[in-house]
């Protein structure tokens, strides 16, 4: 006997009722057909502007648009507006129904932060999930700009929020005291702006569902501690130089048993970071002049003072600069279950005769995968080369990411035998040289967000980056 599924049925009734109607099958508009909750969920994925025009496709879809949550990104320069409307207010006037998600750019003053404040105590906005707020650039005087804190409205979302993003650029933003919970709250981003040391901890005590953090170039705060039993994955940058209020210097992970990824910005300069729990951690990068150790791991201007501990669990390790040859032997005693290492080679580092060979449980027995970003074939960069392929046992493929002039057939076969790719521990290892795809070496914001990722740092792939927030 045969079984027809629920979805067959209303394919058979569909096409009964094409026949019916004397019509054709292909003229059958199907889409319509399907449930409001499937349209709406359709019309939530549009931009607000392009679901609002699916009210004139027929009688069928004229409702559904008001109904459907609402995604809605706008830009706000009251200045401009003068007696108009705010657009984001108007559109959140005609929707009508509910908001999922708010993303709003300000160009405004300080005086003209109550409309801003108007804005998001609409009840559209009353069960919003996802929050973004970005502070433009704003030109007045000479004096740096100050930009309003963020409204007080905006923490009336905490009970619902899973998204919350506060960017500042080229201003000064102060972050105010918060005393709100966000039981749902998976993921932060928290970028130029100014935050006190207590607020932060206290903000991030209150968030117990989170998931993935990114804090970029905020100060504020000297000291960075993560106590976090749901946090998968955390980005950290400091800033270049010091600051009256501020920079970050140290970031401690107390105790985080679910932590897979730390990734310090590659730029960001003399930052220590300390792990004393995170059993889980399996994507680790190692920064300029400061390298991520287990808190029994000491390290000083990037040199391995005592070691009693190896981190086992990391599985992907990315080099942001090897000065010497030494550090990287260090580094892969400290990891020794390392299977994909990326490296980062516009740097000084400089390895003149490297050992033939090396005996080292990630070099013998793990290591698969080595990617050299920026290679340019500089005698330095073919002794490092050569150091893994004479002692990576178990080296599957090794990629280099080139510059895409350089990236052609007659440069290629230059590199094959200057590299001397024939002479390799690995005989069943592959070589790519492929041309880079992006302009910028860090791993861009949503990378750190996506934790469907399995390797934030493979540079084959293609990031779209916001290069007007940085």
């Known amino acids: 006997m045969g079984v027809v599924t629920r979805s067959k049925s209303k394919r058979r009734q569909l096409e009964e009722e094409a026949e019916a109607s004397g019509g054709e099958q292909d003229d059958v508009d199907l889409i319509s057909r399907l449930p409001d909750d499937v349209l ?3 019309i939530t994925l549009l931009p607000a502007e392009d679901g609002a025009r699916t009210q004139i496709l027929s009688r069928r879809w004229l409702p559904l648009w008001r109904s459907a949550p609402l995604n809605l990104e706008a830009t706000i320069h ?3 507006l003068g007696v108009k409307e705010n657009p984001a207010a108007a559109i959140l006037g005609a929707h009508g129904g509910p908001a999922r998600r708010l993303s709003l750019t300000w160009l405004g003053r300080s005086d003209e932060a109550p409309a ?4 998001l105590r609409s009840p559209s906005l009353d069960n919003l999930r996802e929050f973004g707020l970005r502070y433009g650039t704003v030109v007045f005087s000479a004096r740096p700009y100050k930009a309003p804190p963020p409204p007080p409205s905006m923490f009336r979302f905490s009970p619902t929020l899973r998204v919350l993003s506060v960017f500042a650029r080229a201003c000064n933003l102060d972050f105010p005291r918060i005393d709100a919970d966000f039981p749902h709250l998976e993921q932060v981003t928290l970028r130029s702006v100014i935050i006190a040391e207590s607020t932060l901890h206290g903000m991030l005590s209150r968030c117990p569902a989170l998931q993935s953090l990114m804090l970029h170039y905020n100060v504020g705060y000297r000291r960075l501690r993560i106590s976090s039993s749901t946090l998968r994955s955390l980005g950290v940058t400091a800033t270049g130089s010091k600051d009256p209020m501020g920079k970050l210097e140290q970031v401690i992970i107390d105790s985080a048993p679910l932590l897979e990824r730390l990734i310090p910005d590659g730029r960001s300069c003399c930052l220590q970071i300390r ?12 920064s300029d002049d400061g390298i991520p150790a287990a808190t029994i791991m000491v390290f000083k201007e990037m040199e391995l003072l005592s070691l009693t501990n190896a981190m086992r669990t990391v599985k992907i390790l990315a080099l942001n600069t090897v000065p010497t040859l030494d550090v990287v032997i260090n580094l892969l005693q400290c990891f020794p279950c390392v299977e994909k290492l990326h490296i980062m080679v516009f740097t000084r580092g400089r390895f003149r005769n490297a050992p033939r060979y090396v005996s080292l449980e ?13 290679y340019r074939g500089k005698r330095s960069e073919v002794n490092l080369v050569r150091f893994f392929l004479l002692n990576a046992r178990m080296l599957e493929s ?3 990411i080139v510059d895409r002039a350089k990236c052609d057939d007659d440069w290629i076969a230059s590199q094959h035998k200057k590299l001397q790719l024939d002479i390799r521990a690995s005989q069943g290892a592959r070589f ?3 041309p880079q795809r992006q302009t910028f070496s860090c791993v861009p914001m949503e990378q750190i967000h996506n934790l469907e990722l399995d390797d934030p740092f493979d540079g084959s792939r293609t ?4 290069f007007s927030w940085l």
């Open 362 to 374: 990630c070099l013998d027995a793990h290591l698969k995968v080595v990617q050299l970003t920026l």
């Open 463 to 466: 990031y779209r980056y916001d």
């Open 40 to 42: 709406g969920d359709v």
């Open 432 to 434: 790519a040289f492929e």
């Open 398 to 400: 090794m990629k280099f």
């Open 116 to 119: 801003l404040d108007n804005l």
């Open 275 to 286: 792990i004393i729990q995170a059993p889980k951690l399996k994507i680790l990068r190692y």
């Open 78 to 80: 009251p200045a401009r």
